[in-house]
């Protein structure tokens, strides 16, 4: 059996979620991340004065790489916020507190736009500078794997918060 890189969310059997503290944890995590990557970042501008000629472009690509993976960790973040928002709504509802509900399904359709937004950023960070073929196939795979599926995700919030608003919704997914 293949080990589970997140547990099961069920909102209805549980009063704290395992999953949600995972989100919770690892987004604090990652924002660690992201501080200590910023700071090696500055060391790296830092050398850049510093390096060998023959360097500068191993030294150049290290910059942009980090430069990139920075926003990368933030969206992340962002979308781990998103599924703790989509949590709350659902837990808001459970308590019947429609009002504290429709905030947070808000507030998770925000991230998530967020999100969205941060990733396409990104891909375009990439783009700028994706002259390799090895760079091309990472940024077609980081747009199949991330850009694309953030933003059919926000379809889906986009619906679940119409729907809970009483105002129309999109198609409606068959599952096909």
Same mark, same amino acid.
């Given at each position: 059996?293949?080990?589970?890189?997140?547990?099961?969310?069920?909102?209805?059997?549980?009063?704290?979620?395992?999953?949600?503290?995972?989100?919770?944890?690892?987004?604090?995590?990652?924002?660690?991340?992201?501080?200590?990557?910023?700071? &090696?970042?500055?060391? @790296?501008?830092?050398?850049? =004065? *510093?390096?060998?000629?023959?360097?500068? !472009?191993?030294? #150049?690509? $290290?910059?942009?790489?980090?430069?990139?993976?920075?926003?990368?960790?933030?969206?992340?973040?962002?979308?781990?916020?998103?599924?703790?928002?989509?949590?709350? &709504?659902?837990?808001? @509802?459970?308590?019947?507190? =429609? *009002?504290?509900?429709?905030?947070?399904? !808000?507030?998770? #359709?925000? $991230?998530?736009?967020?999100?969205?937004?941060?990733?396409?950023?990104?891909?375009?960070?990439?783009?700028?500078?994706?002259?390799?073929?090895?760079?091309?196939?990472?940024?077609?795979?980081?747009?199949?794997?991330?850009?694309?599926?953030?933003?059919?995700?926000?379809?889906?919030?986009?619906?679940?918060?119409?729907?809970?608003?009483?105002?129309?919704?999109?198609?409606?997914?068959?599952?096909?």
């Amino acid at each position: 059996m293949r080990a589970r890189i997140f547990r099961r969310w069920n909102v209805k059997e549980q009063d704290r979620s395992p999953w949600v503290e995972e989100c919770r944890y690892r987004r604090d995590r990652f924002a660690e991340g992201i501080e200590r990557l910023k700071k &090696a970042l500055s060391y @790296r501008h830092q050398a850049c =004065e *510093k390096v060998l000629p023959g360097s500068r !472009d191993e030294l #150049e690509y $290290l910059i942009f790489k980090t430069d990139t993976y920075i926003p990368h960790l933030e969206t992340v973040r962002v979308l781990l916020g998103g599924y703790m928002a989509y949590d709350a &709504a659902f837990r808001a @509802r459970k308590k019947g507190d =429609e *009002k504290e509900m429709l905030l947070e399904l !808000d507030r998770c #359709e925000s $991230l998530f736009v967020r999100a969205r937004a941060l990733a396409r950023e990104t891909a375009g960070q990439v783009a700028g500078k994706a002259d390799d073929p090895t760079e091309k196939y990472i940024l077609f795979r980081y747009n199949v794997r991330f850009v694309i599926p953030i933003a059919e995700f926000c379809k889906f919030i986009k619906n679940v918060v119409a729907f809970h608003h009483g105002e129309p919704t999109g198609p409606r997914w068959t599952g096909r």
